[in-house]
């Protein structure tokens, strides 16, 4: 059983920049895609970024493109999300998650969650 854990959250000022972590246990993290989701405060949890198992492949939601990175080092089994000019509608608890293949971006295809680490930014 794979276990996630997601650091890196805060608070921060509209327009400020925070690195999320995600640390994945398991020796077969490079086999798999790996993705951010977040859910703010009485909203469903909605897609963020995705990486293909390689790293070779991303994608966004429209509404973090050119403002967030996706990036993994399997090496280090490890999954990071650059976020840049926060806004506080990305107010939220971020999730990183373990896709059931190399590449993922529905949450179905994701097996695996972490506990959330919450990003709060203040206008």
């Known amino acids: 059983q794979v276990q996630l854990v997601e650091s890196g959250g805060g608070l921060v000022q509209a327009g400020g920049s925070l690195r999320l972590s995600c640390a994945a246990s398991?020796?077969?993290?490079?086999?798999?895609?790996m993705g951010w989701f977040r859910q703010a405060p009485g909203q469903g949890r909605e897609f963020v970024a995705s990486?293909?198992?390689?790293?070779?492949?991303?994608r966004y939601a429209d509404s973090v493109k050119g403002r967030f990175t996706i990036s993994r080092d399997n090496a280090k089994t490890t999954v990071k999300l650059q976020i840049n000019s926060l806004k506080p509608e990305d107010t939220a608890t971020y999730y990183c998650?373990?896709?059931?293949?190399?590449?993922?971006?529905?949450?179905?295809?994701?097996?695996?969650w972490g506990q959330g680490t919450k990003v709060t930014v203040s206008s």
């Open positions: 998650a373990r896709g059931l293949m190399a590449w993922a971006i529905s949450p179905r295809d994701f097996g695996s």
């Open positions: 398991g020796r077969t993290f490079s086999n798999y895609a």
């Open positions: 990486i293909s198992s390689s790293g070779g492949r991303t």
